[in-house]
């Protein structure tokens, strides 16, 4: 078979590349080195009980754009969950509850209603977080590109994020309550390493003139059956192929791409696309062509950070949302999965993001830590009996996103036929979902344009 372009990875990026193309015109051959597609966004069968577990809870949000649209493209809009409004419930390191609802009201309203009812905060907190909405500024919908304007809008310049709140008078308490956990949600690194440009894109797209761009949508089924396994038989359906257990080489002839080589079998194709991760890129070429170095050397030089999940089964609901955050504590966010993808067990699940201090504890010990913090923030849970707890570490979840971490390339690359996409790739946005559903659309725009 022909095939116009190759895709090589089945993570989002791969089928949001892949699933346009086909749409396009293309015959497209998408290979995934693993068994499973899905990539970083994937689900597992528990040995135990052969439940489908994610690996990691992952939220997307209503200003996913390319996201949203590649869920309707291969038709699963109808298997997320959206949350009117932004309505997060908060419990401190002291116990206290609060809850910050943006109601769906014309931006920037939602923001200011939202924060002046949180009753979390002192007046003079809730002020000062409204100079924050004022250096955002209102304006058109943010749609990011390479070099984001909307961060030199801001005032940001190779500054941290807690570097940035502090100049917009956002105290050290406030910080730690509200920034951090946020931060550390959007970004997966603290606010003291990730650089205030990406955070200040994701601010100004969920706090931007579309109140439903702040709502939380949930996928409500294991993460594979969202878009991967679906988009496989989109694709199929339509004539083209999706191949697992096939690793891929890039095969170059004077900076030309002739095709890819999968355990010594050669498929030729004029246009090869690479969603691989940072980390990957360099063993795509056997040798790597002297064009291709500079880029090879940043994507291997861009820092990983963690993530860890910890699946906890109570004996009985211990929790009535769907999901509460954890300031200050080790994991900041635990999710109800009844609530989210229904069910009849009690099965919690806590993320701990830019995990860096925890991930090398075992197994055992991830689990305590994500019990102590449960029942010290939910009464009920002190009486349940925990059932069972699975920990699941993801050592390279996201890229680093310090202020002096190395450029994230573009496309188009100096090999002809050959593009990248993944969510590293330069999109102006951190490690998500979104960016790599962007990415992968623009490389397929680069191909049929
Ligand atoms: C635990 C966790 C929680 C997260 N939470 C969120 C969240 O809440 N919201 C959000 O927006 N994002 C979240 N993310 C980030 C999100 O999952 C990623 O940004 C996104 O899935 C990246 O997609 P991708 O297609 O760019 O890369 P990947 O998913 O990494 O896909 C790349 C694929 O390429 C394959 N591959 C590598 N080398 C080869 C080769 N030589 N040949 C063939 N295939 C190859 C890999 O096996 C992989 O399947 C989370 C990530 C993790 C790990």
Redesign the pocket.
């Known amino acids: 078979m022909i095939h116009d372009v190759i895709v090589?990875?089945?993570?989002?990026?791969?089928f949001s590349a892949a699933t346009a193309l086909a749409e396009a015109g293309a015959r497209v051959l998408v290979?995934?080195?693993?068994p499973g597609?899905?990539?970083?966004?994937t689900a597992f069968t528990d040995p135990e009980t052969g439940e489908r577990v994610d690996?990691?809870?992952?939220?997307?949000m209503g200003c996913?754009i390319e996201t949203l649209a590649l869920l309707a493209r291969i038709g699963t809009s109808d298997r997320v969950r959206w949350q009117a409004g932004l309505a997060l419930t908060m419990i401190d390191g002291r116990g206290h509850e609060s809850v910050l609802k943006l109601p769906p009201m014309a931006s920037p309203l939602h923001l200011l209603a939202g924060v002046l009812a949180w009753d979390a905060l002192s007046w003079r907190e809730r002020l000062s977080i409204l100079r924050v909405g004022a250096a955002l500024g209102g304006g058109a919908p943010h749609r990011p590109a390479a070099g984001s304007s909307r961060a030199a809008d801001a005032g940001v310049s190779g500054e941290t994020v807690r570097a940035w709140l502090t100049r917009h008078g956002q105290a050290p308490r406030l910080c730690e309550l509200f920034w951090e956990p946020l931060a550390l949600?959007a970004l997966?690194q603290s606010i003291d390493q990730a650089a205030a440009s990406y955070f200040v894109t994701v601010l100004a797209q969920m706090f931007g003139p579309d109140p439903s761009a702040a709502s939380l949508v949930m996928p409500a089924v294991p993460l594979d059956e969202l878009y991967a396994e679906p988009a496989r038989r989109w694709l199929q359906d339509r004539g083209h192929q999706v191949r697992v257990n096939?690793?891929?080489?890039v095969e170059v002839v004077d900076e030309r791409v002739t095709g890819v080589r999968v355990r010594g079998e050669h498929i030729a194709a004029p246009v090869v696309i690479s969603?691989?991760?940072w980390h990957?890129l360099g063993?795509?070429f056997d040798p790597a062509p002297a064009a291709l170095a500079a880029t090879i050397a940043d994507a291997s030089a861009l820092g990983s950070l963690p993530?860890v999940?910890v699946n906890l089964w109570f004996d009985r609901p211990v929790m009535h949302e769907a999901l509460i955050g954890l300031p200050a504590r080790a994991f900041q966010w635990v999710f109800d999965r009844r609530a989210i993808v229904g069910g009849a067990s009690s099965h919690l699940s806590l993320?701990s993001s830019g995990a860096e201090s925890i991930v090398s504890m075992t197994n055992d010990e991830l689990i305590a830590t994500a019990l102590a913090d449960v029942r010290a923030a939910l009464p009920a849970a002190r009486a349940a009996v925990l059932r069972k707890g699975l920990a699941?570490r993801?050592k390279r979840?996201?890229f680093s996103l310090a202020p002096d971490a190395p450029r994230r390339p573009q496309a188009e690359t100096a090999i002809a036929g050959f593009l990248l996409?993944?969510?590293?790739i330069d999109t102006g946005l951190p490690?998500?979902?979104?960016?790599?559903a962007v990415?992968?659309h623009r490389a397929a725009t680069l191909v049929v344009d």
């Open positions: 090589i990875g089945g993570g989002v990026a791969g290979l995934e080195a693993r597609l899905g990539g970083r966004a690996n990691g809870q992952h939220i997307l996913y949600a997966n096939a690793p891929a080489k969603t691989v991760p990957a063993g795509l993530i999940t993320i699941v993801e979840s996201t996409a993944g969510d590293w490690a998500t979902i979104e960016s790599a990415s992968g």
